[in-house]
């Protein structure tokens, strides 16, 4: 095949090598950008607990790094680029600890496991009648429980063939409670049956 420039040069020469230099300088840059959790200690504890998290690639600076456990964030009270100490906060889950630091996240190959005292409080007179609450629709598909609004309780998400239901958690310390009705937000519209028809629908939930 002729030449369509014949004397013009590329201006970076052979692409191979261009994507080699490249791939050679940028992504060792990119790879270190990357937190990583080597180890936390204690293993265990109580809520409050003073925890170190070791690894490498963290923010110097507490705000620029957040810190999960599980379905909570928890409170960094310092940090280094290998060491972060945080608290563990109230409704941890047993779920790997997670650290997001510059948009990128790393999760602990063991979750913190969260002890506590029993002098006798656990009998079925401590717990009161359970209130249900409607998930609204049908067939729930997935639960999902998060911090969702940064308040420090643990909120639930729920799909059903309606849409997304958010249930905030409103719970004060001896009431557990969960907002009703839940905020809905409803499944996209879909055509059915190959014609120009479109399905909407809303739904709330209510306590029953």
Request: proline share 10%; net charge positive; with cysteine.
């Amino acid at each position: 095949m002729p030449k369509l420039n014949p004397g013009r040069k590329p201006l970076f020469g052979r692409g191979r090598r261009v994507v080699f230099f490249l791939t050679s300088v940028l992504l060792p840059f990119l790879l270190q950008a990357q937190p990583i959790i080597n180890s936390f200690a204690p293993l265990s504890g109580p809520i409050g607990t003073t925890v170190t998290i070791t690894g490498s690639n963290f923010s110097a600076t507490p705000a620029d790094n957040t810190v999960y456990f599980g379905a909570v964030k928890a409170s960094i009270s310092s940090a280094s680029t290998t060491t972060l100490t945080v608290a563990v906060p109230t409704g941890t889950t047993y779920e790997p600890i997670t650290v997001t630091t510059g948009g990128l996240t790393a999760a602990s190959a063991l979750p913190f496991d969260v002890i506590f005292s029993d002098p006798g409080q656990f009998t079925p007179q401590a717990f009161s009648t359970g209130t249900p609450v409607s998930m609204g629709g049908t067939s729930p598909t997935m639960v999902c429980a998060k911090d969702l609004d940064g308040d420090g309780k643990i909120d639930l998400a729920v799909i059903n063939t309606q849409g997304l239901l958010v249930f905030n958690n409103t719970s004060t310390i001896g009431y557990p409670k969960l907002s009703t009705p839940a905020t809905f937000y409803p499944a996209p519209q879909r055509p059915l049956r190959r014609r120009w028809r479109w399905e909407t629908s809303t739904v709330t939930a209510s306590r029953s």
